[in-house]
T-cell receptor, first 115, second 112 residues
Framework: EAQVTQNPRYLITVTGKKLTVTCSQNMNHEYMSWYRQDPGLGLRQIYYSMNVEVTDKGDVPEGYKVSRKEKRNFPLILESPSPNQTSLYFC??????????????FGQGTRLTVV | DAKTTQPNSMESNEEEPVHLPCNHSTISGTDYIHWYRQLPSQGPEYVIHGLTSNVNNRMASLAIAEDRKSSTLILHRATLRDAAVYYCILSEGSSNTGKLIFGQGTTLQVKP
């Protein structure tokens, strides 16, 4: 079954404690990205990756890091989480970076609370 | 970024057709029109997309106006499981960022 898998689904952490949210896809997609969803603000892109070792900032990259060492994995790293990073996070993948004629697959989401 | 406008909410009765409108008056010639939906506590899910011609798939139909300034997502027989937030999104054909710009969407309520 084609899927994007995120872990963990729920996470409560304290300010400043480094954490990683993992994302893995089994469709051999080149393109992956991270979004955060906040009430009233919709989904906003954090980072994206066009392929292995190719990453770039989205609209709200501050406080986040990513890496793409393997095609299937695209972890989101919060080096020093702060309460304003409390949000619902989604990983997405697609066959190509241009959404002209392709669909994006989203993970189930990670609800992060930073206290 | 080209923007879309959708009603905040709509209601439908179960097993009746639903027409969800979207206005995108600033659409460019290379922008595809995509629809995604988000069920409660889940990630967004692809529904359908198109460029100029009407499109049909197992989930829905997409009707695109001749001038492409508006489109309508059609659910032929709404079920309770179709209750979700529906997003109309334009993808920039010239962009390789892959960014989907989600607006507020339309919250669809389906009554039994």
């Amino acid at each position: 079954e084609a899927q994007v898998t995120q872990n963990p689904r729920y996470l409560i952490t304290v300010t400043g404690k480094k954490l990683t949210v993992t994302c893995s896809q089994n469709m051999n997609h080149e393109y992956m990205s991270w979004y955060r969803q906040d009430p009233g603000l919709g989904l906003r892109q954090i980072y994206y990756s066009m392929n292995v070792e190719v990453t770039d900032k989205g609209d709200v990259p501050e406080g986040y890091k990513v890496s793409r060492k393997e095609k299937r994995n695209f972890p989101l790293i919060l080096e020093s989480p702060s309460p304003n990073q409390t949000s619902l996070y989604f990983c997405a993948s697609s066959l190509q970076g241009s959404y002209m004629n392709t669909e994006a697959f989203f993970g189930q989401g990670t609800r992060l609370t930073v206290v | 970024d080209a923007k879309t406008t959708q009603p905040n909410s709509m209601e439908s009765n179960e097993e009746e057709p639903v027409h969800l409108p979207c206005n995108h008056s600033t659409i460019s010639g290379t922008d595809y029109i995509h629809w995604y939906r988000q069920l409660p506590s889940q990630g967004p899910e692809y529904v359908i997309h198109g460029l100029t011609s009407n499109v049909n798939n197992r989930m829905a139909s997409l009707a695109i106006a001749e001038d492409r300034k508006s489109s309508t997502l059609i659910l032929h027989r709404a079920t309770l499981r179709d209750a979700a937030v529906y997003y109309c999104i334009l993808s920039e054909g010239s962009s390789n960022t892959g960014k989907l710009i989600f607006g507020q969407g339309t919250t669809l309520q389906v009554k039994p």
